[in-house]
């Protein structure tokens, strides 16, 4: 049996990204009901790549955009996430962070993209980096689990959100992954085999652990809290989110400055900035009708002085409103074919 | 015909156990709406029910003053053996569980049945069983009932009183003596399980999982694993098999489902004295251990198939 080709699919805007993850998730795992929302942390125009290699019951993507991106999504019972980055040797621009694991060069992480414990999962994909995930059916892994006796490996996946791990099989699962980029690996048995001995093993060996805790809770609640709807409600204000969130304001802003670097003002900008864009970039909406509501738009997000708005979204994606709404008709997704060999 | 109560709810089996003198909470160990039925009947020394549901059902809480609760499984569907754990005496079709009850404080006991089989409780009065053993010089009877925690029975005695019972749950209990009658044969003739040690040990470690699953203490602060490992001096690896071959999941997994089933019920209970309203949900997900609302609705959603607002909403209409 011959793999199955890689594709690379080329994005301008986070639009098309969340549109392009929905249905090619679906595709995937049939029955789910998936949706993600992506923001742009840094400033700048953006370009992403995703190459995709699935094989049977494996999903295998490598990501990389040139601007740091907040990515979430609902946790969800049918798959389960190991993501590593690949920064081949280079020194990285900024962090990448899974789900509250702080990336380094032995990390993998992801775990908690399935559904334990009712939340939902978030990554900060630093720019430039390169980011390797491997999806694995949860049904399938968690057979297994039971017919391997790994019995740790199933603690892991319960409490743990990431490792940092030495451990051989991990050396493996990423040269694995690898070879199937270059070469075409036809089965998916080997991906799940060591994707179980890489987490039963971290237990034998001295690792850096991120377990859940309440403070990854607390930013896994924020990101959604943040990125939820409310219709027809003014956009919440950071004493209603502490309340939500059953928590103080001056731990909500330490874990934020913490874990993004920037305070919950600035977070909620940069959530509410996109969300303004995706809304410009909506293709159902005729362009006249954008131009005409771009203002209430910008409103409905929390963003009162027009004149403000319009100077923050340039600085952030160096164009205008305007130069949005009129790119939106134009939308392209950039999908080719790749040769084995010519990915890494 | 057998009459079976429909429900749509665990709370509503526990009801109507309740009626017995079983305080019992049930939780459904696996994700989406399930249905549930049950027929019971009963005499002034005894009772039976009979329950089925589309979902496995933890039973927590089981066990009365007056009475020894017996056990056994009807298999509805070929499945894995076994059906079910007693007590953690593990159920297959010639099983009868529910001895330790005899023994056992109310409410000492648990028990947890798979899909695939209906459960059926057997209550029959303590003092009553014992006279009748004593009088028959039952002794072996007696030891069993004594020390075992369950039976491997094949003698007909043991098909009679099944045969009995299901005629008894169509109609009415026309005669309780001759319950107690069979069941002396049943404790005479029935064989222990040898048990090795390790068996004997993962017996008690499961009663232990799920006290500890149910401690309203420790349910506003929920344990991480290390510290439910500690709390029952039991390695990681030997918690997970224990509770992946029992219950089918992990352990935070189900300590979770614990939790939402008392949230559910106390959700259910709350309507009944006052109005609901968003706070409402907000206290009981803190008490409850969810410290976010948003995270509890999502979590109760894929459990039980409808958000709490909704909960709140049926049973206020109920």
């Known amino acids: ?344 | 015909m057998k009459i079976k109560f429909a429900y749509t709810d665990p709370l509503q089996l526990s009801e109507t156990l309740q009626e017995y003198g079983q305080v019992t909470r049930i939780t459904q160990l696996e994700s989406g709406e399930g249905s549930y039925s049950m027929a019971h009947k009963n005499s002034s020394s005894m009772a039976i029910a009979e329950i089925s549901a589309s979902k496995p059902l933890l039973y927590e809480g089981w066990g009365t003053s007056w009475s020894v609760d017996f056990n056994w499984i009807t298999p509805m569907r070929k499945a894995n053996y076994p059906f079910g754990y007693c007590e953690g005496f593990s159920m297959n079709d010639n099983s009868l569980g529910g001895l330790n009850t005899f023994n056992s404080k109310p409410g000492d006991s648990w028990g947890k049945y798979s899909e695939s089989c209906s459960s059926t409780a057997c209550m029959l009065d303590k003092k009553i069983l014992l006279d009748k053993l004593q009088e028959c010089k039952a002794s072996h009877a007696i030891e069993n009932l004594n020390h075992a925690m369950g039976l491997a029975i094949d003698h007909e005695a043991f098909s009679q009183l099944r045969r009995l019972t299901r005629r008894d749950l169509a109609k009415e209990i026309s005669n309780p003596s001759k319950y107690y009658d069979l069941m002396t044969i049943c404790l005479e003739e029935g064989s222990r399980r040898l048990f090795k040690k390790k068996q004997a040990k993962n017996q008690r470690l499961l009663g232990e999982i799920v006290d500890l699953s149910h401690d309203p203490y420790k349910m506003s602060s929920p344990m991480s694993l290390s510290e439910v490992c500690q709390h029952l001096n039991v390695g990681q690896a030997s918690l997970y098999r224990a509770c992946q071959d029992s219950f089918g999941m992990g352990i935070i997994e189900m300590m979770t489902q614990v939790r939402l089933e008392e949230a559910r019920r106390s959700m259910i209970y709350h309507t009944t004295t006052s109005t609901c309203d968003n706070n409402t949900i907000r206290e009981i997900a803190i008490r409850f251990g969810f410290k976010h609302q948003g995270r509890f609705s999502r979590r109760y959603f894929t459990s039980f198939g409808e958000l709490p607002s909704q909960t709140l909403k049926r049973a206020t209409l109920l």
């Open chain 1, 1 to 344: 049996m011959k793999a199955r080709k890689a594709k690379e699919y080329v994005f301008s805007n986070l639009l098309g990204m969340e549109t392009y993850c929905k249905n090619h998730y679906n595709e995937y795992y049939s029955t789910s009901n998936f949706s993600c929302n992506i923001t742009q942390l840094s400033k700048g125009e953006l370009q992403t790549s995703s190459i995709c290699a699935p094989i049977n019951n494996v999903h295998l993507e490598i990501f990389k955009s040139n601007q740091t991106l907040l990515y979430e999504e609902e946790a969800n019972q049918n798959s389960i996430a190991f993501c590593w980055i690949n920064n081949q040797g280079k020194k990285p621009s900024s962090n990448t962070i899974i789900s509250g694991h702080k990336m380094k060069d032995l990390s993998i992480a992801g775990f908690n993209r399935l559904n334990k414990t009712g939340g939902n999962t978030w990554d900060i994909v630093g720019a430039n980096t390169l980011l390797c995930c491997m999806s694995l059916k949860w049904k399938i892994l968690k057979e297994k689990i039971d017919e391997m006796n790994a019995y740790n490996a199933y603690a892991r996946i319960e409490e743990c959100i990431g490792i940092d791990s030495k451990s051989t099989a991990s050396y493996q699962l990423k040269n694995l992954f690898e070879k199937h980029f270059t070469k075409g690996i036809t089965t998916a048995s080997g991906f799940y085999d060591l994707a179980i001995a890489t987490l039963e093993d971290s237990c034998e060996q001295q690792n850096q652990i991120t377990e859940r805790s309440d403070s990854t809770e607390l930013i896994e609640d924020l990101v959604k809290l943040l990125h939820e709807d409310r219709p027809g409600l003014p956009p919440l204000t950071i004493g209603e989110i502490t309340k939500y969130l059953n928590s103080e304001q001056e731990s909500v802003g330490q874990a934020c400055r913490s874990t993004f670097n920037m305070n919950i003002l600035d977070l909620i900008k940069s959530i509410r900035l996109e969300q303004v864009k995706k809304s410009y970039l909506n293709p159902h909406v005729p362009r006249g009708l954008k131009q005409f509501t771009k203002q209430h738009n910008a409103l409905y997000y929390g963003f009162k002085n027009w004149d403000s708005f319009q100077r923050l979204y340039f600085r952030t994606f160096l164009e205008s409103p305007e130069d949005t709404i009129d790119k939106a008709s134009k939308m392209s997704v950039l999908v080719s074919d790749l040769r084995r060999g010519s990915m890494s």
